[in-house]
């Protein structure tokens, strides 16, 4: 198993997603372009909802706490927010 599978999984996911939309990618796809077999995405996804669920719940933890970061900043005035 590739020390980064999972991120490399969820950077696939991401582009495939975007490029063939959620229905036109399939877990093969993913398991191709991440150069990683279909279990590995099991291992950490369990399926392709479930992988998914990881991508927004990431991509929504990410951007909270950039927001709370400016938000701690926001007593500097908006220009250092």
Known sequence: MKKNAKEAIVKAAITLFKSNGYTGTSIRDIARLANVN???IAYH???????????F???FEQYLSKMEEAYASIENGAKEC
């Open 38 to 40: 279909t279990a590995t």
């Open 45 to 55: 996804f369990e399926n392709k909802p479930g992988l998914l669920e990881y991508c």
């Open 57 to 59: 719940t990431h991509f």
